[in-house]
T-cell receptor, first 112, second 117 residues
Framework: TQLLEQSPQFLSIQEGENLTVYCNSS?????LQWYRQEPGEGPVLLVT?????EVKKLKRLTFQFGDARKDSSLHITAAQPGDTGLYLC????????????FGKGTHLIIQP | DAGVIQSPRHEVTEMGQEVTLRCKPI?????LFWYRQTMMRGLELLIY????????DSGMPEDRFSAKMPNASFSTLKIQPSEPRDSAVYFC???????????????FGPGTRLTVL
């Protein structure tokens, strides 16, 4: 059973367009993280959201944690080819050193 | 600064052989995690250690898998005997757990791509 469902699985858009990817669960998480992974490398943390309703911005990326702490979204404004990669959301049910529960990810391709 | 180091980066072996994957966490980190990534199942937590002690191994697929952390700077994941369905990319990650942070930042290694023929 996949606890975190990400959509869409694949997304290919033109440079300059906006996009939103989603991460949904029936479970409540104490916090949620978004990672970006490039081919041949490990995931790299982009952001952690902790409070229900929280919104965090990282340059052109906007992350939102749902009020009930079961879902999250990542919005990219004016996408660039450098944004291409696999975007993974990961839920933390406990805290501290607990292992992460990952979604399968969204494969994003930004075409020049 | 060196990040998480994994070796080998690629491993090709035949079914039935023993495979050992190695990980050196970031110096000073006290938690270590092993994950497996496949297209079908995504990234899954196998086991994690805190201060060299295994905390949760519920993600280990079966008895063919074992993991050790003899000291703070080294961990191994062993598969014996290996099977084709074990083919995946295996990641090691480490973090520093202070007990005060709500959630720690995990730093991932580059992974070991395992192919079992």
């Amino acid at each position: 059973t996949q606890l975190l469902e990400q959509s869409p699985q694949f997304l290919s858009i033109q440079e300059g367009e906006n996009l939103t990817v989603y991460c949904n669960s029936s479970s409540v998480f104490s916090s949620l993280q978004w990672y970006r992974q490039e081919p041949g490398e490990g995931p790299v943390l982009l952001v952690t959201v902790v409070t229900g309703g929280e919104v965090k911005k990282l340059k052109r990326l906007t992350f939102q944690f749902g009020d009930a702490r079961k879902d999250s979204s990542l919005h990219i404004t004016a996408a660039q080819p450098g944004d291409t990669g696999l975007y993974l959301c990961a839920g933390v049910r406990g805290g501290g050193a607990d292992g992460l529960t990952f979604g399968k990810g969204t494969h994003l391709i930004i075409q020049p | 600064d060196a990040g998480v180091i994994q070796s080998p980066r690629h491993e090709v072996t035949e079914m039935g052989q023993e495979v050992t994957l190695r990980c050196k966490p970031i110096s000073g980190h006290n938690s270590l995690f092993w994950y497996r990534q496949t297209m079908m199942r995504g990234l899954e937590l196998l086991i994690y250690f805190n201060n060299n002690v295994p905390i949760d191994d519920s993600g280990m697929p079966e008895d063919r898998f074992s993991a050790k952390m003899p000291n703070a700077s080294f961990s191994t994941l062993k598969i014996q005997p290996s099977e084709p369905r074990d083919s995946a990319v295996y990641f090691c990650a480490s973090s520093f757990t202070s007990g005060r942070a709500y959630v720690d930042t995990q730093y991932f290694g580059p992974g070991t791509r395992l192919t079992v023929l």
